[in-house]
């Protein structure tokens, strides 16, 4: 069955670049990875999206090696305002072959002055 | 262009009673999907609409259940409430085809309390 894994929570200072990795097996072979951001009272908005290698845009980059077990989103320069939840997503098929989407259980990102 | 709207913010209900949510799209977006979030399972699929068919279901009971109307808004139901159904529901939705490949927008939830 479709697992992700991603760390409960992490810290890290004003202006660091900050790694969060997911594992996620089980991965349908061609769906997707996309990573969302939540702050408190509100959805989760859109950060990247990915399928293989290195995706760039304006505020992260997504690292997913060649077999897509996992990824890893990277945020250059954090700051107190990137204080939030982070959670991947992707998709897999079920015992039942039925598809789903699979959220990552979130990683509270904490950034300090 | 506004945002997605969900209808209530907030809603508390007790067991055993059924309860509809409302989720209107970003205009122009064709695939409604719906969210449930709890500080214990985290967010899960409920189901995905794309031109009034429901495309992909997640592992949830028969009691709960949606519908898309032409406009693409889409509503939720659940029936016959237990206390776990306490959550947050999000409604999401995108431009076209299925929200793996696409954006999607979430709206700000609406608060289900069950007493």
């Known amino acids: 069955l479709a697992k992700t894994t991603q760390p409960i929570s992490m810290d890290s200072y004003e202006g660091q670049e900050v790694n969060i990795t997911c594992s996620h097996n089980?991965?349908?072979?061609?769906?997707?990875i996309t990573w969302y951001q939540q702050f408190p009272s509100q959805g989760p908005r859109f950060i990247i999206q990915?399928?293989?290698?290195?995706v760039t845009n304006e505020v992260a980059s997504l690292f997913i090696p060649a077999d897509r077990k996992s990824s890893t989103l990277s945020l250059p320069r954090v700051s107190l305002s990137d204080t939030a939840v982070y959670y991947c997503l992707v998709g897999a098929r079920g015992l039942d072959s039925n598809y789903q989407l699979i959220w990552g259980a979130g990683t509270k990102l904490i950034i300090k002055p | 262009k506004a945002g997605v709207t969900q209808t209530p913010r907030y809603l508390i209900k007790t067991r055993g009673q059924q309860v509809t949510l409302s989720c209107s799209p970003i205009s122009g977006h064709r695939s409604v999907s719906w969210y449930q979030q709890t500080p214990g399972q985290g967010l899960q699929f409920l189901f995905e609409?794309?031109?009034?068919?429901?495309?992909n279901k997640g592992n949830f009971p028969g009691r709960f259940s949606g519908r898309q109307f032409s406009n693409s808004r889409s509503e939720m139901n659940v029936s016959t409430l237990e206390l776990g159904d306490s959550a947050l529901y999000l409604c999401a939705s995108s431009l076209s085809g299925t929200p793996r490949y696409n954006e999607q927008f979430f709206g700000p939830g609406t608060r289900l309390t069950v007493l």
């Open positions: 089980n991965i349908a072979t061609n769906d997707y």
């Open positions: 990915g399928y293989k290698t290195k």
């Open positions: 609409y794309f031109s009034e068919t429901q495309r």
